[in-house]
């Protein structure tokens, strides 16, 4: 851990090993992987594909994989990593790095769980489709889900807030009845010795808006992009129409929508302070071109110098608001452009840019 309180926490896409689903959805041996090497530039000075270094193409199934991500993190600034956790009525999607890092104790680095709760689509390329996993919700199974975390939650390397697990919930307006799941969720904890609990919404989508404890949850961790506040695209501009009319841009301007990642900060830094519990969140990049062939979302020209800064100017935020938590959108989601871990054209750059953050802003 560094000098000053900021507590980092990366999201963790726990994707990258071969799964019996994905083998019969996909393709044999089907993993994130196949999505980011078929990536192609889509218009000039556009970074793509994205490619990994220092780690390589891993797979989470191996411990000293999961060992050295952390010692990697844990060397620049990140406190801890927020694990994507797939439940569907019982049944886990990609649950074994996490589990295995929860049954063995390594590596020895803080972490806690989002529930990513949403329907599986066969759109992972961009294509719409049918539900392939779909959630279904009840009381049973919110009393089935929180016994099975608080076997994590119970993890002495569990994340805390007020000593009280954390635990998010990407989509928490698409839980049919919010207040009786946190309600269920609550009482169960406090019967099995697990005391209280810290839930946080997700302000993801537009839905997921608004003060959290409306809906049970203690308070709302926000998601970038934030596609509600996002800048005008390039594309949107008379003059880059008549360029692509005369054929002097790519017409994938036309096709996705790119946003300059510079702009992108500005809208970021002067959004007005809410009233209820918050924690920020800044991104590294986004482009999830790989995944789909029209109407991706691609933060253009975003550079380790401007995430520095954005990540500097959001912890001299949060020390004035109090909070002590920022999270960071992500540590390793290679297929949408997201990533701290080393790729081939910045190496460690962006690992430097958070350490070099947290230690240029002064704590008092």
Request: with cysteine; net charge neutral.
């Amino acid at each position: 851990m560094l000098k000053n309180e900021v507590r980092l926490i990366a999201f963790y896409l726990p994707q990258y090993h071969p799964i019996p689903e994905n083998d019969l959805w996909w393709d044999k041996g089907f993993t994130e992987w196949h999505n980011v090497v078929k990536a192609t530039p889509l218009f000039k000075g556009h970074y793509q594909p994205h490619i990994p270094a220092d780690l390589g193409f891993y797979d989470l199934r191996l411990s000293e994989v999961r060992e050295a991500q952390a010692d990697l993190a844990k060397e620049h600034g990140i406190y801890g990593f927020c694990y994507y956790h797939y439940w569907f009525n019982g049944k886990q999607l990609l649950e074994r790095p996490f589990n295995e890092v929860l049954n063995s104790g390594k590596p020895d680095f803080p972490f806690c769980l989002c529930w990513a709760n949403e329907d599986w689509m066969s759109k992972w390329d961009g294509r719409e489709g049918n539900i392939i996993m779909g959630q279904s919700y009840s009381d049973n199974d919110d009393v089935d889900h929180i016994r099975w975390l608080i076997k994590a939650f119970s993890d002495p390397r569990y994340i805390r807030i007020d000593n009280k697990p954390l635990f998010l919930v990407y989509r928490a307006s698409q839980l049919p009845d919010p207040k009786r799941t946190t309600s269920v969720w609550r009482n169960e904890a406090l019967k099995r010795g697990i005391g209280e609990i810290y839930l946080c919404r997700v302000e993801s989508f537009s839905s997921e808006r608004g003060d959290p404890r409306a809906l049970g949850f203690d308070g709302a961790v926000e998601f970038q992009p934030d596609w509600k506040n996002l800048p005008s695209p390039l594309f949107s501009s008379r003059s880059w129409k008549m360029l692509s009319k005369l054929r002097l841009i790519s017409r994938n301007y036309s096709k996705h929508r790119v946003y300059l990642y510079s702009r992108l900060i500005d809208v970021m830094l002067k959004k007005p302070h809410v009233e209820y519990p918050f924690s920020h969140c800044v991104t590294p990049s986004w482009d999830n071109s790989p995944r789909r062939k029209a109407d991706a979302v691609i933060l253009h020209e975003s550079t380790p110098y401007l995430y520095g800064y954005w990540l500097k100017e959001t912890i001299e935020r949060m020390n004035k608001e109090g909070n002590n938590i920022i999270f960071i959108n992500a540590w390793n989601e290679w297929a949408e452009g997201n990533h701290l871990e080393p790729c081939q054209r910045w190496g460690t750059q962006y690992l430097e840019a958070t350490r070099n953050a947290i230690l240029s802003v002064d704590p008092s």
